[in-house]
C-alpha cells in the first residue's frame, strides 16, 4: 500500500523527458510533425530576444524602440499564444495526456494494448478515434460541445490534485466514478441507430426507445458490455460476486 | 538619450512577457495537464497584462508629447494676431 501511495507520488512530480513527436536527430529534437510548436517557439524565442536585449542595452525611446518593443510585447508574444493554445488544444486530446494522471493508467494501457478485445481498445484500433479515442468517446457533442467537455477535463484536473492525486491503482477502481452515466448519444454519433441492418438485431429492435432515451446503456453489463475492462460502475453490485453475497452493496 | 515616460513600468512589462513566454514554452516541451493549464491561464494572464502596460506606457507617451505640441500652437497662435 505504502509502496503503490509513493509510486503514485513519484508519477506525479517525477519530471518527464520533452515529448516532441519528432525525431532525435543529431542530439537536436527534430519536430517536423509540429510546425505550430516551432512557430510558437520561434516566436517565443525572438521575443525574448527583443526583451532581454532592451533589458540590458537600454536604448532610447524613440519610434524605432517602441516598433520593436510592439515585436517583443506584442506580435510575437501573441503569435506564440495563438499557436501554443492550439498546440496545447490538440495535445488534450491524446490519450497519451489523458493517461498522465496515474488513475487513468489502467484504462490507457488497455487502449494502448493491440491484442485487447475491450470495446474502448476495439475504438482506438479504428482510424477515425486513434490515438484520441477518450475524447472522441467522451466528448460531448453540441454546439459548446468542445468548450463544455475542456471545462469538464478542467474538474477532473482540480479533482485529480485535491482528491485523488495520493489513490493508489487499486483504490481507484473502487472510489473513483463517472460524474455521470455515459450518454448513448455520444455512441449514437457513429452507431445512429437508424440503418436497417442494426435494427434487424432483435436486442436493438426490442430496446430501441429505451437506447434513445438513455434509460439502457450501450456500454452496460448486458449490452456491449462496459467500455474499459477496469470500469466499475458505483453502487453496482453484479459486478463483485463477494460483495454482493455479502450483502455489503 | 530621451527615457521611455515610465521605465519601471516598461522593465515590468518585459519581465511578465518573460514569464509568460516561459509559461508557454514549458507547456510546449512538456505537454502534460499542469503546464498546458497554467500556460493557458495564468501564461495569457500575464502576456496580456504586460502587453496592456506597454499600451499604457505609448498612449502616455503620447498624451505627453500632445500636451506639449498644444501650448506651442497656442502660444504661436497668440503672437500670431495683431
Redesign the interface.
Known amino acids: 500500500m505504502r509502496q503503490d501511495r509513493l509510486a503514485a507520488l513519484l508519477h506525479t512530480i517525477r519530471p518527464r523527458p520533452v515529448q516532441f513527436s519528432g525525431k532525435a536527430l543529431g542530439g537536436c529534437l527534430f519536430s517536423h510533425y509540429q510546425p505550430l510548436t516551432i512557430a510558437a517557439l520561434g516566436c517565443a524565442f525572438a521575443s525574448a530576444c527583443i526583451l532581454v536585449g532592451f533589458l540590458v542595452i537600454r536604448p532610447a525611446w524613440s519610434t524605432v524602440t517602441k516598433a520593436v518593443l510592439l515585436l517583443g510585447l506584442g506580435v510575437f508574444p501573441i503569435c506564440a499564444a495563438a499557436a501554443g493554445n492550439v498546440q496545447g488544444y490538440e495535445r488534450t486530446k491524446a490519450r497519451a495526456f489523458c493517461g498522465n494522471c496515474h488513475v487513468m493508467t489502467a484504462h490507457r494501457d488497455d487502449s494502448d494494448d493491440p491484442t485487447s478485445t475491450s470495446l474502448s481498445s476495439r475504438h482506438a484500433r479504428n482510424k477515425l478515434f486513434g490515438d484520441e479515442n477518450c475524447y472522441t468517446c467522451h466528448e460531448d457533442y453540441g454546439m459548446f460541445g468542445t468548450v463544455l467537455t475542456k471545462l469538464g477535463g478542467m474538474r477532473h484536473v482540480w479533482l485529480y490534485y485535491t482528491e485523488y492525486r495520493n489513490t493508489t491503482i487499486a483504490e481507484a477502481k473502487e472510489t473513483i466514478h463517472l460524474l455521470q452515466p455515459f450518454p448513448n448519444e455520444n455512441c449514437m454519433q457513429c452507431h445512429s441507430t437508424k440503418p436497417k441492418l442494426w435494427l434487424e438485431i432483435p436486442d436493438h429492435r426490442e430496446t430501441l426507445n429505451d437506447l434513445r432515451a438513455d434509460r439502457i446503456s450501450c456500454a452496460s453489463a448486458g449490452c456491449h458490455g462496459f467500455a474499459h475492462p477496469n470500469f466499475r460502475p458505483a453502487r453496482d453490485a453484479t459486478l463483485d460476486p463477494a460483495k454482493k453475497a455479502a450483502g455489503t452493496l | 538619450?530621451?527615457?521611455?515616460?515610465s521605465?519601471r513600468v516598461?522593465?515590468g512589462?518585459?519581465?511578465l512577457?518573460?514569464v509568460?513566454?516561459g509559461l508557454?514554452?514549458w507547456?510546449?516541451?512538456?505537454?502534460?495537464?499542469?503546464p498546458?493549464?497554467v500556460?493557458?491561464s495564468i501564461?495569457?494572464v500575464l502576456?496580456t497584462l504586460?502587453?496592456v502596460a506597454?499600451l499604457s506606457v505609448?498612449a502616455r507617451?503620447l498624451r505627453a508629447r500632445h500636451s506639449l505640441v498644444e501650448p506651442k500652437k497656442a502660444a504661436t497662435g497668440d503672437s500670431a494676431q495683431p
Open positions: 538619450m530621451t527615457l521611455p515616460p521605465p516598461l522593465s512589462a518585459c519581465v512577457a518573460l509568460a513566454l508557454i514554452v507547456s510546449l516541451v512538456d505537454p502534460r495537464p499542469i498546458v493549464i500556460a493557458m501564461g495569457q502576456g504586460s502587453f506597454f505609448v507617451d
